[in-house]
């Protein structure tokens, strides 16, 4: 089983950058698909970004293209989210998940694990 832990969630101004980080135990990090998600009030979870351990190669939702960066350390077990030019509409409870596997599929019920998320609030 993988426990997964994320981090760096605050109050922020539009325009500001931010860097999340999801910490990984309990399984080989470094052989799961990892995935970034986010939800807004009244919303669906929806995909941000993820990243697989082959390549690895990287997607990203159309509304941050260009602007967020998923990245993974398999040394510390970790992934992170640099979040550039953040936006009100950016708000959200981010969410990290993972998967086994090579594939990285963008819907959230394909994903096996998640963190208890993580507030990220981009006022104007």
């Known amino acids: 089983q993988v426990q997964l832990v994320e981090s760096g969630g605050r109050l922020v101004q539009a325009g500001d950058s931010l860097r999340l980080s999801c910490a990984a135990s309990g399984g080989t990090f470094s052989r799961y698909t990892m995935g970034w998600f986010r939800q807004a009030p009244g919303k669906e979870r929806d995909v941000v970004a993820t990243?697989?351990?082959?390549?690895?190669?990287?997607f990203y939702a159309d509304s941050v293209k260009g602007r967020f960066t998923i990245s993974r350390d398999n040394a510390k077990n970790t992934v992170y989210l640099q979040m550039n030019s953040l936006k009100p509409e950016d708000t959200a409870v981010y969410y990290c998940a993972a998967r086994s596997g090579v594939a990285a599929p963008s819907r959230a019920r394909d994903y096996d694990y998640w963190g208890q998320g993580t507030q990220v609030t981009v006022s104007s």
């Open positions: 990243i697989t351990w082959i390549g690895p190669s990287t």
